[in-house]
């Protein structure tokens, strides 16, 4: 990789927009802050781009306030893409191998992985990114590396991850639209692995929860490879809703209730704790237990949605490493202990790590995944995405279709 390379993650949530670019110094390993920002944003809703056009004025508005910041222009970001229409399909390929003396080429990994890819989608439906979970060599199974190996019959596993077009569009357009290109697209819980997870984490099996403000993406990870992941639309912005309907309040005096006051768990108590409506003299009454009620119905929902997509896949309560909770909604009190309790499984709450100088917060896990992912890509001398098809990869492929 280039000396001074700069690379910039761009997350774009039903909460904000966050920023953030590195740049990377003598060692390529250890990438530095060079600027981050949040702001705000108009027209998603959970995790969804559904107006073009104030999406694009947001970015636009922000990159502006960021390059004046940090002194340098972003031509390129790693975008996310988030929403519940993300979905995962596995399938297998298989082929003769070329090679007269039966060693595997590059070629037949190629060949086996579009044999893979060769299945009908609905006309509104489009994978992104295709990941091999293991070969198969003569009936062999467990091969990670093929290439070089010798046999008859190859084959691939993989896993097809995708979302509905028509919302992929609104997302490339917002971005394009703001005057940057887009590097790459990461589907929202992926990135955030890429910041979270250790190598020995996904080796025995683990479960990776980024609760968000719109959204909580879930990502299931064994013996090293994605197994499964999937995105709820519930977030910690709607224990916020709640909150207002409950209290009968402002959304602006709800947050402040939740960060001020809230927990997974409350104790017994009579007491009832006073605050000022913003704007509004009179004080507001309300008990921690109706308080707490609140805030324990929507984790519990949360937490019965990725216990749910567990059983699916048989690994409720049968993960090692346990799940390992991020994202901006981990910040209430005890939901470290509340999670024990509702998933039955080992659980803490961890934050991003790679790039020196970053802040320790949750928060910040998904946009430091997408920077990571652009410097993997970097180093890889992958092609970058100019608003037309995904070039076929090393190792890992995606395909997008405008």
Same mark, same amino acid.
């Given at each position: 990789m280039r000396r001074n390379t700069l690379i910039t993650g761009v997350d774009i949530g039903t909460g904000g927009i966050k920023i953030l670019a590195v740049t990377i110094g003598e060692k390529e390993s250890d990438p530095e802050v060079l600027g981050i920002t949040q702001a705000p944003v108009l027209g998603v809703r959970k995790g969804t781009v559904i107006n073009v056009e104030e999406v694009s004025n947001s970015l636009r508005s922000a990159l502006e306030e960021f390059q004046d910041v940090v002194g340098q222009k972003i031509d390129? !970001?790693?975008?996310? *893409?988030?929403? @519940?229409?993300?979905?995962? &399909? %596995?399938?297998?390929?298989?082929?003769? =191998?070329?090679?007269?003396?039966?060693?595997?080429?590059q070629e037949d990994i190629e060949r086996v992985m579009q044999a893979a890819q060769t299945f009908s989608l609905p006309s509104n439906k489009e994978i992104l990114e295709v990941l091999p979970k293991e070969f198969i060599i003569d009936g062999e199974k467990g091969i990670k590396e093929p290439l070089g190996l010798q046999g008859v019959r190859l084959e691939v596993e993989i896993l097809a991850l995708g979302g509905f077009s028509?919302?992929?569009?609104?997302?490339?357009?917002?971005?394009?639209?703001?005057?940057?290109?887009?590097?790459?697209? !990461?589907?929202?819980? *992926?990135?955030? @692995?890429?910041?979270?997870? &250790? %190598?020995?984490?996904?080796?025995?099996? =683990?479960?990776?929860?980024?609760?968000?403000?719109?959204?909580?993406?879930?990502?299931?990870?064994?013996?090293?490879?994605?197994?499964?992941?999937?995105?709820?639309?519930?977030?910690?912005?709607?224990?916020?809703?709640?909150?207002?309907?409950?209290?009968?309040?402002?959304?602006?005096?709800?947050?402040?209730?939740?960060?001020?006051?809230?927990?997974?768990?409350?104790?017994?108590?009579?007491?009832?704790?006073?605050?000022?409506?913003?704007?509004?003299?009179?004080?507001?009454?309300?008990?921690?237990?109706?308080?707490?009620?609140?805030?324990?119905?929507?984790?519990?929902?949360?937490?019965?949605?990725?216990?749910?997509?567990?059983?699916?896949?048989?690994?409720?309560g049968k993960l090692p490493s346990g799940v390992v909770l991020t994202g901006g909604g981990v910040k209430l009190p005890r939901i470290v202990e509340f999670a024990k309790k509702e998933l039955k499984l080992p659980c803490q709450i961890e934050y991003p790590s790679g790039i020196i100088g970053l802040e320790k917060d949750p928060a910040l896990s998904l946009v430091s995944g997408l920077v990571l992912r652009g410097i993997d890509l970097e180093e890889d001398s992958l092609p970058s995405?100019?608003?037309?098809?995904?070039?076929?990869?090393?190792?890992?492929?995606?395909i997008f279709i405008p």
């Open positions: 390129s !970001a790693v975008i996310n *893409l988030s929403g @519940s229409h993300i979905f995962v &399909t %596995p399938s297998k390929g298989v082929v003769v =191998v070329s090679r007269a003396d039966k060693e595997i080429s028509p919302y992929i569009k609104n997302l490339t357009k917002a971005v394009l639209n703001s005057g940057i290109q887009i590097s790459d697209i !990461a589907i929202s819980p *992926l990135a955030s @692995s890429r910041s979270i997870l &250790t %190598p020995r984490q996904k080796e025995l099996g =683990v479960a990776l929860l980024d609760i968000g403000a719109g959204t909580s993406g879930l990502a299931v990870f064994e013996e090293g490879d994605l197994i499964h992941t999937t995105i709820f639309p519930v977030g910690s912005a709607h224990i916020t809703n709640d909150i207002a309907v409950g209290l009968k309040t402002d959304i602006d005096t709800a947050e402040r209730i939740k960060i001020e006051f809230g927990s997974c768990l409350w104790k017994a108590s009579k007491k009832k704790e006073k605050i000022k409506k913003i704007g509004k003299k009179e004080p507001l009454m309300f008990s921690q237990k109706m308080l707490g009620n609140i805030i324990e119905a929507r984790m519990s929902e949360i937490f019965d949605l990725t216990n749910k997509e567990l059983k699916k896949i048989s690994r409720q995405f100019q608003g037309g098809f995904f070039s076929k990869f090393k190792k890992v492929f995606r």
